[in-house]
C-alpha cells in the first residue's frame, strides 16, 4: 500500500494541525496504522495508533489529551488531529500501515509496520 501524508505546516505554540494520510487500496480497512515523528538529531518515535476497525487507538503519553487518531475507511484516510501544539512537537510526522488479521490489533513499535509515507513538516514556534 502506498501512503501520502499531508497537512503539515508552522503555527505558533497553543495551534492546531489536522494530518491526513491516505491510502491506495480499496482494501485499506484490513491495515492497522501509525503516525510517527522524528525530531532534528532524534530517532523516530511513536505517536499514535490505530486499529483496522478504528475502535481501538493508543497514544505516546507526551500526546494524550492533546492528539486524535481516527480513520475514515471509506476515504481510505487516517487523521492525526494536533490541538495544543507546543514546540517540542516539531518534527517530521510519518504515517505507517501494517496488514493485521486481528481488527483490534495496533501496534507501537516501528518495526511492526510494513508500509511508510514520506513524511510531513510540522514546525511549532514559541
Known amino acids: 500500500v502506498q501512503l501520502q501524508a499531508s497537512g503539515g505546516g508552522s503555527v505558533q505554540t497553543g495551534g492546531s494541525l489536522r494530518l491526513p494520510c491516505t491510502g491506495s487500496?480499496?482494501?485499506?480497512?484490513?491495515?492497522?496504522m501509525g503516525w510517527f515523528r522524528q525530531a532534528p538529531g532524534k530517532e523516530r518515535e511513536f505517536v499514535a495508533a490505530i486499529s483496522r476497525s478504528g475502535r481501538s487507538t493508543d497514544y505516546v503519553d507526551s500526546v494524550k489529551g492533546r492528539f486524535t487518531i481516527s480513520r475514515d475507511n471509506a476515504r481510505v484516510t487516517v487523521f492525526l488531529q494536533m490541538n495544543d501544539l507546543k514546540p517540542e512537537d516539531t518534527a517530521v510526522y510519518y504515517c505507517?500501515?501494517?496488514?493485521?488479521?486481528?481488527?483490534?490489533?495496533?501496534?507501537?513499535?516501528?518495526?511492526?509496520?510494513?508500509?511508510w509515507g514520506q513524511g510531513t513538516q510540522v514546525t511549532v514556534s514559541s
Open positions: 505507517a500501515a501494517r496488514y493485521s488479521r486481528l481488527p483490534e490489533s495496533l501496534a507501537v513499535i516501528e518495526g511492526a509496520y510494513n508500509f
Open positions: 487500496k480499496r482494501n485499506f480497512n484490513q491495515y492497522a
